[in-house]
């Protein structure tokens, strides 16, 4: 592999409590390669989002980065970031993409404006060029440019979601984390937004940590996995050999929850 | 088939009028079974929970009708009404929200019974809320006193389903009851709610996003699409000989380990799920008949 994007080094988190502290991530290390998708797969608890947090320094107390560990973005460690650099960081380094991200468009803002907010900010672009940077994007999600003046409402859960990839995309961050990005979506939109991403992936280069507890949707979009067992990263390997020859008894059990389709294949 | 406990006849439910009607539901017609299981699925806003909530009275229809055992509701005796409203119960998505926190786990089962089971008193009371407990797999002794956060999703979706059943229904509506839990529980509930169904003779309409587990515990599906089930019938059948264009696509997408993202033979192409979403979005009162129980809406 090639010198990895992001490399997370004995990451040991703990949340804070008034009798005693609970330890949600326990020394966690992989890395993720440019251009590469990545899964983090496990059961509810587990830690995937306190991974998810810390990386995006988005984490905020109770949650404690334990002393020892690192994460390495490019090079430059995230946790050593004092807050001018963090600004920086977020957006233009790593965006992050929530289950309920949705939901977070500004429903007073046309969404050209929340461009020009984000492009303002951070690039210090003019209103037009903010404008091509906006058509430019929602064309790459399969939007048609000219609904940027409408307002959130208007557009169904699954386009909005596409909009938020599309505002985190724009300062062409190199990684993009996705938290259960289409949980609450039908099949269709999840496919149709995933897929986009993968062939965005291909073309800008940028990577993807992406966690869900759908290992077969797993599967389908990454190039490896690590699979969590209670903060511990129990088994990381190729998405085939997850699928094919999952090692630890953990990954063997989650793939024994799934019914499938046709017990045979889908044409 | 049996005959029909609950039947939705030509329901159509819209929202809003003017420019902004939507269009929730579309002359939507099915039944509940005693002993079956219909799976409702579909796009993202198609209606499926406006039909629960229709099912549930919690919504009154536009048009069309609800029937209990063949007879209208609406304007039906207070008592009927009322042994409808026993009769049919539902089951959350959230097990989180459904439950109050300041109650035990016996008082959560205690009030359905104080309230649609006259002919139980005193003693019996606590004694049917341990048979509840235990139909669902719960120990009563460790379960019945204690509060829900002190039990994970999993079980607070069995206490959901004791409840339902402490009213004796004849039917449940269950609107995703297992998206919020765990890989590892979810097939413990789809278990239950399947016995559920096979041993009590319940008719149940599930509602989901995941397809596979609708072939585990439904008998019949019906697929929406913008407002309108465009084809139902036995699930088997639907799922391995999809005719309607929508419930192609939507089998495409369901996640499949052996299809990768990057191959270029399985690629959904945004124009095509176009094309087909405008197709499927038109009314269509046309229907054929594939095989015997198979509908489609032509396009
Ligand atoms: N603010 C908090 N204070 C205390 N404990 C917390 C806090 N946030 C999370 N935890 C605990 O840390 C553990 C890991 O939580 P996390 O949200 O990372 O899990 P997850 O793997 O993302 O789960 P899910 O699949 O349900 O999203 C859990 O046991 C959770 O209860
Ligand atoms: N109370 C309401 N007022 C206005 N519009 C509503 C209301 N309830 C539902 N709708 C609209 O009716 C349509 C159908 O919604 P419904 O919740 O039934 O969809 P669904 O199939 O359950 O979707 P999902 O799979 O996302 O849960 C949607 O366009 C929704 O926005
Ligand atoms: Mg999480
Ligand atoms: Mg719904």
Same mark, same amino acid.
């Given at each position: 592999?090639?010198?990895?994007?992001? #490399?997370?080094?004995?990451?040991?988190?703990?949340?804070?409590?008034?009798?005693?502290?609970?330890?949600?991530?326990?020394?966690? #290390?992989?890395?993720?390669?440019?251009?590469?998708?990545?899964?983090?797969?496990?059961?509810?608890?587990?830690?995937?989002?306190?991974?998810?947090?810390?990386?995006?320094?988005?984490?905020?107390?109770?949650?404690?980065?334990?002393?020892?560990?690192?994460?390495?973005?490019?090079?430059?460690?995230?946790?050593?970031?004092?807050?001018?650099?963090?600004?920086?960081?977020?957006?233009?380094?790593?965006?992050?993409?929530?289950?309920?991200?949705?939901?977070?468009?500004?429903?007073?803002?046309?969404?050209?404006?929340?461009?020009?907010?984000?492009?303002?900010?951070?690039?210090?672009?003019?209103?037009?060029?903010?404008?091509?940077?906006?058509?430019?994007?929602?064309?790459?999600?399969?939007?048609?440019?000219?609904?940027?003046?409408?307002?959130?409402?208007?557009?169904?859960?699954?386009?909005?979601?596409?909009?938020?990839?599309?505002?985190?995309?724009?300062?062409?961050?190199?990684?993009?984390?996705?938290?259960?990005?289409?949980?609450?979506?039908?099949?269709?939109?999840?496919?149709?937004?995933?897929?986009?991403?993968?062939?965005?992936?291909?073309?800008?280069?940028?990577?993807?940590?992406?966690?869900?507890?759908?290992?077969?949707?797993?599967?389908?979009?990454?190039?490896?996995?690590?699979?969590?067992?209670?903060?511990?990263?129990?088994?990381?390997?190729?998405?085939?050999?997850?699928?094919?020859?999952?090692?630890?008894?953990?990954?063997?059990?989650?793939?024994?929850?799934?019914?499938?389709?046709?017990?045979?294949?889908?044409? | *088939?049996?005959?029909?406990?609950?039947?939705?006849?030509?329901?159509?439910?819209?929202?809003?009028?003017?420019?902004?009607?939507? @269009?929730?539901?579309?002359?939507?017609?099915?039944?509940? @079974?005693?002993?079956?299981?219909?799976?409702?699925?579909?796009?993202?806003?198609?209606?499926?929970?406006?039909?629960?909530?229709?099912?549930?009275?919690?919504?009154?229809?536009?048009?069309?009708?609800?029937?209990?055992?063949?007879?209208? +509701?609406?304007?039906?005796?207070?008592?009927?009404?009322?042994?409808?409203? %026993?009769?049919?119960?539902?089951?959350?998505?959230?097990?989180?929200?459904?439950?109050?926190?300041?109650?035990?786990?016996?008082?959560?089962?205690?009030?359905?019974?104080?309230?649609?089971?006259?002919?139980?008193?005193?003693?019996?009371?606590?004694?049917? +809320?341990?048979?509840?407990?235990?139909?669902?797999?719960?120990?009563?002794?460790?379960?019945?006193?204690?509060?829900?956060?002190?039990?994970?999703?999993?079980?607070?979706?069995?206490?959901?389903?004791? %409840?339902?059943?402490?009213?004796?229904?004849?039917?449940?509506?269950?609107?995703?009851?297992?998206?919020?839990?765990?890989?590892?529980? %979810?097939?413990?509930?789809?278990?239950?709610?399947?016995? *559920?169904?096979?041993?009590?003779?319940?008719?149940?309409?599930?509602?989901? @996003?995941?397809?596979?587990?609708?072939?585990?515990?439904?008998?019949?599906?019906?697929? *929406?699409?913008?407002?309108?089930?465009?084809?139902?019938?036995?699930?088997?059948?639907?799922?391995?000989?999809?005719? @309607?264009?929508?419930?192609?696509?939507?089998?495409?997408?369901?996640?499949?380990?052996?299809?990768?993202?990057?191959?270029?033979?399985?690629?959904?192409?945004?124009?095509? +799920?176009?094309?087909? %979403?405008?197709?499927?979005?038109?009314?269509?009162?046309?229907?054929?008949?594939?095989?015997?129980?198979?509908?489609?809406?032509?396009?």
């Amino acid at each position: 592999m090639s010198e990895p994007l992001l #490399s997370v080094k004995n990451l040991t988190i703990d949340y804070i409590g008034e009798e005693k502290d609970f330890r949600a991530v326990d020394d966690v #290390s992989f890395d993720i390669a440019p251009g590469e998708v990545f899964g983090l797969a496990g059961e509810s608890g587990c830690g995937k989002s306190t991974i998810a947090f810390a990386i995006s320094r988005l984490h905020k107390p109770p949650a404690l980065i334990r002393k020892g560990s690192r994460i390495l973005l490019a090079g430059r460690d995230v946790l050593d970031l004092d807050p001018k650099a963090l600004a920086d960081f977020r957006w233009r380094e790593v965006a992050m993409v929530f289950q309920s991200a949705m939901n977070s468009l500004n429903p007073v803002l046309r969404i050209e404006d929340q461009f020009y907010d984000v492009l303002r900010t951070h690039k210090g672009m003019t209103r037009a060029q903010a404008r091509e940077r906006a058509a430019e994007m929602l064309r790459l999600v399969d939007i048609p440019p000219d609904r940027m003046s409408n307002y959130p409402h208007q557009f169904s859960g699954g386009m909005r979601q596409r909009i938020v990839i599309a505002i985190c995309m724009a300062l062409n961050p190199k990684l993009v984390v996705m938290d259960e990005p289409t949980t609450a979506l039908d099949v269709v939109v999840q496919r149709e937004i995933l897929q986009r991403i993968n062939e965005l992936r291909k073309e800008f280069g940028f990577s993807v940590l992406f966690i869900t507890h759908d290992l077969g949707l797993m599967v389908q979009f990454c190039d490896r996995i690590g699979i969590m067992l209670a903060g511990k990263l129990v088994e990381q390997n190729e998405a085939a050999a997850i699928y094919k020859a999952p090692q630890h008894d953990y990954t063997k059990k989650l793939w024994a929850s799934f019914p499938s389709l046709h017990g045979g294949v889908l044409s | *088939m049996s005959d029909a406990i609950l039947t939705l006849d030509a329901v159509t439910k819209t929202f809003g009028h003017g420019a902004s009607t939507v @269009h929730a539901a579309r002359a939507i017609s099915f039944s509940l @079974h005693a002993g079956r299981a219909l799976a409702l699925v579909g796009e993202s806003g198609s209606g499926k929970t406006t039909c629960a909530r229709m099912a549930m009275r919690e919504y009154q229809p536009t048009t069309g009708q609800i029937l209990y055992k063949g007879r209208p +509701v609406e304007g039906a005796k207070a008592d009927e009404i009322a042994r409808y409203r %026993r009769s049919v119960q539902m089951i959350f998505q959230d097990p989180f929200a459904s439950l109050n926190p300041a109650h035990t786990i016996a008082h959560h089962l205690r009030r359905p019974l104080k309230l649609h089971r006259p002919d139980i008193r005193g003693s019996q009371i606590d004694a049917t +809320v341990r048979e509840l407990l235990e139909r669902v797999k719960l120990d009563p002794d460790l379960v019945a006193p204690k509060y829900p956060h002190e039990l994970s999703g999993g079980q607070r979706q069995r206490v959901n389903i004791a %409840r339902a059943l402490a009213a004796q229904p004849e039917v449940i509506v269950a609107d995703e009851p297992t998206s919020m839990l765990d890989v590892s529980v %979810r097939l413990g509930v789809l278990n239950l709610l399947n016995d *559920m169904k096979k041993e009590m003779n319940l008719g149940l309409l599930y509602i989901t @996003h995941d397809i596979a587990t609708a072939r585990y515990v439904a008998e019949d599906i019906a697929v *929406m699409y913008s407002g309108q089930i465009v084809e139902w019938g036995p699930t088997g059948e639907v799922i391995d000989n999809p005719i @309607h264009p929508y419930t192609r696509l939507l089998l495409s997408a369901v996640p499949d380990p052996d299809v990768r993202f990057d191959d270029p033979r399985t690629r959904l192409r945004p124009e095509d +799920v176009d094309d087909i %979403r405008k197709a499927a979005a038109a009314p269509q009162e046309k229907v054929v008949e594939a095989l015997p129980g198979h509908f489609a809406r032509s396009l």
